[in-house]
């Protein structure tokens, strides 16, 4: 990867040269620019795949790069246009470091905000459980049980809401296996948040947004796995099973 | 705790008896009506220690007790009253497993999402960085350095904006330490990923949200210490030196 960068720093990311198709955000060490602007054009992989891993990247060791996707900053989601409190049409203002829909009437201040997402790396006699996805996002494909944060629920108890809503199972959250960044998600940015869990109850049956479910060894996952960040935590998985370490993306 | 529960079932959850002041909700193994709801009256923390740690509790073992707050979804942001795509006013609805507000017009879904904070335990030659906060909530406290994610950021980069606004350090994020949520913040609930980190450069300043940063021993950390979720950490973080881990709440 080959950033395109205006910016003069001694920094190793201030590089210049042909780049790649998508915008992404990039924080440096030791620049007080902080953050700049890179355009990428398609990679060696292409650019269907290079967009399957929109998250962190490490370039030289020395940089943090997040995906920018589309220019609007509710990208997936819907931008606001008219205030939620009392209905006026919101303009564009400088406010908290950035421009944001404000209220022109009122004074409302729209941030747009991640969503919270959360799955489940159930482990039970060494297999994994997965679940194979009726609808769109990833439809057909396997995944981890996994869904939304509501606004009144901790993420801990959404997790194991999602798994015994989508495979019967009812879990044991262990710990944090790790956070995820997801951007090209069509409901919106989130983050994603993995559990390590495991089964204490219930009874596997597919849910409602579930074809199939079913528990899988490390080295008879089921094909297509959709979404980089259940490739991620599986990939991670394998190689704790001593199977070598698959590329996610 | 002795949570008033209408449901019949063999969890011990179940069981009947003297209250507590908010409102929680329960999952419990074993039991297929999964979500019921609890009151409690004021326990023998008081009203306020217990509202200071509205995260995920287990009760004998078997069950997640979360936090619902107020009656409002949005507690702490405000209420949806206008659609804001089309600024018709909005109704309720049953819509994804639960009432929410839906726009007649033109059918857009409210989905209340909690907000995403991050914040990074640096440690450095065996001391913790903390900002003492210079505006509200917290003011005049020390929490982590920590803030909110953007919707075009990911959840480690957002980390280490926040880090090198509100202390002059730049620092590379090593690992996530946990995720807690927050549910009685005035900006709304949001759900807290904590990361370790450690520097990388920058220079020790406070930035505008702070009033003096600084790193401190496990055996000297500053006082008053602001969020449960800053102490979760911290007393972690001390067991880890050796220290006894002390009571977050």
């Known amino acids: 990867m080959r950033p395109i960068c205006g910016a003069a ?11 790649w ?32 891993n929109p998250g962190i990247l490490f370039y030289r060791g020395l940089s943090i790069i997040s995906y ?30 950035r421009e944001r829909p404000v209220c022109p009437a009122c004074g409302y201040v729209v941030f747009y905000d991640p969503k ?26 396997w ?3 996994a869904g939304f944060v509501e606004i009144d629920e901790g993420p801990v108890a959404a997790a194991i809401r999602e798994c015994r809503e989508e495979t019967g199972l009812i879990v044991r959250i262990r710990s944090v296996l790790d956070v995820f960044p997801v951007s090209m998600d069509p409901r919106g940015p989130a983050v994603f948040i993995v559990y390590r869990g495991v ?15 079913g528990f899988f060894p490390p080295d008879g996952l089921p094909s297509p796995l959709v979404f980089a960040s259940t490739r991620r935590a599986l990939w991670r998985w394998r190689r704790e099973k001593g199977f070598p370490e698959r590329r996610f993306y």
């Not at 920018?68 to 049409?89: H, Q, T, V, W």
């Not at 089964?199 to 479910?213: F, K, T």
């Open 9 to 19: 720093s001694g920094c190793a990311v201030h590089a210049s040269g042909k780049g």
């Open 21 to 52: 198709c998508c915008a992404w955000r990039v924080q440096c060490c030791g620049s007080d620019k902080g953050e700049i602007r890179l355009t990428f054009s398609p990679g060696p992989f292409g650019r269907g795949r290079r967009l399957a």
């Open 68 to 97: 920018l996707g589309a220019k609007d900053p509710g990208m997936g989601s819907e931008p606001f246009i008219f205030c939620p409190r009392c209905g006026a049409r919101l303009t564009q203002r400088f406010m908290f470091g």
């Open 116 to 141: 919270v997402a959360v799955g489940v790396l159930v482990e039970h006699e060494g297999k994994v459980l997965l679940v194979r996805r009726r609808y769109d996002p990833g439809k057909g494909g």
């Open 143 to 145: 995944a981890l049980p």
């Open 199 to 213: 089964p204490i109850g219930g009874s596997l049956q597919p849910g409602d947004d579930a074809l199939e479910v």
